[in-house]
């Protein structure tokens, strides 16, 4: 049977919409640009990528977890570069008011100043920087003493806090803090579904280092943050490394590497490693006029330590992890996403409504939802129920006929390979988490 991969985003947005994994913001009143909601089966998805993360990072000695306010001191914004360096250049067509990226534009568009939406030739306004961030107001005053910033990136929450977690948790250099957060960007193209939001939820964490080992730790980084994304079952060819190039390079960033994935729109980032340097501590010691060092017990020494930086997006990984699941196979559409991630992990079937069927189903379901995400399907027919849960990617469904009320077992259905096995329903648990283990992208 042909396989075939997903082709086009609006094919994975139709069935998330259906399905319940993301709805578009405040639908019933026609929507809010950019923004999505995650419906029962994206905000379980959302919820197993992120301890997905939380468990690579924070279970290891050296990394310790941070839950950071969104809302922060303006100063911060000051010292980070934000709010001077923030800006991305905005050109506006006066006939179509169409908004556009101006380093998203050929160079004979800017030149020849012809709207690519409308077309009106020289309609295009000269580049003007515009500031990412939202700002909003503390209190009930609206002046410019109250202004705060929503947080664009989490990082800052982690380096205001680097002494605090540093000496509360008696780190010693090198350290790690972990944080997953809402960051909120006002970008002046947003789209591609999920892929670029103003809101969205970013995992990030700061390996603060000896300064000198930070590119050895960098390189470390890269290799360990590509094996995520590998393990959570993307398929290693649509994966690549870009490194950026010196004017690609952040305000703040010695070296930096993107891990891309080959989305139906082509290559994008999906997760950026950086070496920050001693950056953003430097600059917040200039400006909170504190100082931000650490004392190395062993060698007496003092510093500023470097950081390395790993910053992925939750939604965006969610994405790539949805895109490179999902399959046609003939008429089946299939989600072929880690089992460990998917929403459910069993679906069982009573064959029949059969009051003799129901009752041993409910004893199954009942054990099995005591160690996993598990949902009942009792309607239509198998290929149907089989179906059902294909689209939404449960990697096993488990049907209850009449043999199984003799031998108490159950017919168990591999969602990848389609074959069937006869399981002791004492043994199912144990199964589908010996299956589960040496599960495959294929
Ligand atoms: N602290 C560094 C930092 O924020 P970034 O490359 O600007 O670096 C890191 O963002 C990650 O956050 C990106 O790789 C992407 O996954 C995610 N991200 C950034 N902007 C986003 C947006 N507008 N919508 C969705 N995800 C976004």
Redesign the pocket.
Known sequence: MSTTDLKDMAELVSLCKRRGFIFPSSEIYGGIGSCWDYGPLGSELKLNVKNRWWNAMTNRDDIEGLDAAILMHPRVWEASGHVDGFVDPLVDCKKCRARFRADHLTPEQIDSKNCPTCGTKGSLTEPRQFNLMFKTHMGPMEDTASLVYLRP?T?QGIFVNFENVQQSARQKIPFGIAQIGKAF?N?IT?GNFI???RE?E?M?MQYFVKPGSDMEHFEQWKAMRHKWHVDNGIRPNKLRFHEHAGTELAHYARAAFDIQYEFPIGWQ????I?NRTDFDLKRHQEFSKKKIEYFDEATREKYVPFVV?T???C??ALLSILCDAYRLEGERTVLKMHPELAPYKVALFPLMKKPELIEFSDKVYADLKRTFRATYDDSGSIGKRYRRQDEIGTPFCATVDYDGLTDQSVTVRDRDNMTQERVPAARLTDYMRDQMKIWKPS
């Open positions: 990136e990082a960007r970008e947003p892929f670029r939001t969205f970013q990030e980032e999906v997760e950026g950086h930086e910053s992925v997006g939604d965006r």
